[in-house]
């Protein structure tokens, strides 16, 4: 019955399912999962002298008068009401006269609701709701659902009447039984309509207080189970012997406490006898990197491979140059998309033999026809680009490998709970010594000469810059400072220096050229798009112009801003724009007063939401309707609660939680996206 389409309904023909699937509504499932976006309260009727400010209220008013008047503009009738609340006198404004005219009657009360604008004891109202003050189902609770061109909220209103009246005998409770009496939760039958239309305030908190939960369970029961599959005791414990100490002792610089505390614990799993489920946070430069390599030498010396798969080439080739500079005596080998085929076929067949103990790659490690002998270890770097299908595919290249996901973007406590329910998580909190922290500036169009003149200052005493800007090329719709558009002005600007530009429409071997002469210190200012954003490391660039960043998320801004700060120098982030909003403006005030990256990422969750900060479409996560992950961190501690008591009585073979657990498990592959 939920799959039912909408033209099953009365006065839904083919042009109106049109235009509701515009707004995501095809199915009677859709609309019952189609809540409202805010309501009107229509229960309490008030006198003029009761209405405060802009919030809208019902009043009851006698007409004495009605009259027309033509508009200049439109040659439409305004529809004038002059009425009285007993009270105050006032007008009420109607803009389709031709249409309401003969509905109202003068000397005929009735309750009309919307905002009121007093001027001393009169009032005016314009375009309200209104009945006849006999209609005593006026002063109820209304929805007001996201709407499309074409459909009106009364539309709308009858269509979820039909919906849920066809549906009042097909509704299931989703939940099983001993979930509902932990929770203490409202049937859901009863949950869903009074989501839509509720009957009392405290009704409609239970209804949400349940959905809520709903949302929440099944997204983390789902991630839970789907995680557990590749959580599994490993047939041998690795060993921790002499010889990574030594690799440890010999590094070019000495790792800090928190680097060697989260060591210590990968060496711990290691030896544990399970397959290792951890992931690592730290922010920008705070050294994650060698903790994964030094996890891919353990494989090494236990006679086993190991991936380490990077988002994109550039990072890839970074990573595979510098695990070569460390370890030039280990066989590894570099994989992305790019090279000759005939190249890449004896790499995969070097890999097949064990020829090849380390692949550092991109997506393209992921393909079937890449096989390992023995892969002991799979390390995911920058965790957020890669989808949970992704990185598992990776995990099935062997029979229980070791996990590590590393995430150079702090991800926020409630996040983690949800993405990595049942993953450990290590935290280095600790930079690299000699690191200062990164001075970041808000730079006004009338300061960006003042701007230049410092750049230059710090170019000529050897130090470079990157200036990063949203577009490629200059657009006729956006005023932006486009990548192409920026480098020829600046190339006049600093025409004593050379100026480099990288972006993602370039060739691989152009943007390789441009990123190589940077590093080289051939290129003392980089124009460039956030190809950069992920990982790049040029210790000498101390300067970092971010263009149109109220065009950035907090999170993205400071990932860039992460690129400089990675040397003993002190470095300067400058953010340009001349039209901040006013979240664009609270987002600039966070990373001028901080460079804590949980602090930035907690303030990102807060301004943007989940989704759009981390990407959950991609981890295969649909969209929370009324869940949110910042506000509602009780209720996810509760749900987490209650899956842990379910999963036990799954193992002590409770037969309803072995036939919800097993259902659920079958549900995964649709639920989860590519």
Known sequence: MYRQPLTALKGVGEKKAAKLKRIGLETFGDVLTDYPRRYMDRRVVKHASEFDGDTPGVIKAKVVRKRKKVLQKSKGDLLILDVTDGFYTGEILFFSAKFLDHQIEEGESYFFYGKLEKNGPSFKMVQPDFAISSDASFLRIIPVYNATLGITQNE????????????KDEIIDPLPEMIRHMGRLMPYEQAVFEIHFPTSEVGYKAAKQRLVYDELFFL???????????????????????RIQIRIDTLPFKLTQAQRAVMDTIFEDFKSGFSMNRLIQGDVGSGKTIIAFLALMCAVFNDKQGILLAPTTL?????YENFMKMFPDVPCALLTSHGKASDKRLLKQQIESHEVKIVIGTHAVLQEDVKFDALGVVITD??????????????????????LIMSATPIPRTLSLILYGDMD?????????GRKPIKTHFVKPSKV????????????????????????EASETLD????QTLYETLCQRFQHHTVGLIHGKMSAQNKEDAMQA????KTQLLVSTTVIEVGIHVSNATMMVIMNTERFGLSQLHQLRGRVGRGDEQSYCFLLSDKLSKTAKMRVETLVASNNGFEVAEKDLELRGPGEVFGLRQHGIPELKLANLSKHKAVIGTVQKHIKNLLEEFQLGHPEAVTFIKSQQIDLEKWFTL
């Open 315 to 319: 990072l890839a080739e970074q990573h």
């Open 518 to 521: 940077f590093k080289q210190g």
């Open 480 to 483: 932006l400072n486009a990548a």
């Open 449 to 472: 000469d003042e701007m230049h003149e410092f750049i230059e200052s710090k170019l000529v005493e050897g130090r470079q810059a990157y200036v990063i800007c949203p577009l490629i």
């Open 220 to 242: 983390q029961m789902r991630l839970i189970l789907l995680k557990r599959n590749y959580h599994k005791p490993n047939r041998k414990p690795f060993e921790i012997d002499d």
């Open 425 to 433: 998580i290590s935290i280095i909190d600790e930079m690299p010594a």
């Open 382 to 403: 920058e965790q957020h680009r890669f989808g949970i299908r992704q990185r598992l595919t990776a995990l099935q290249k062997s029979e229980n490998p070791h996990a």
């Open 156 to 167: 709308l209103i009858g269509l979820h009447k039909q919906v849920l009246t066809a549906l």
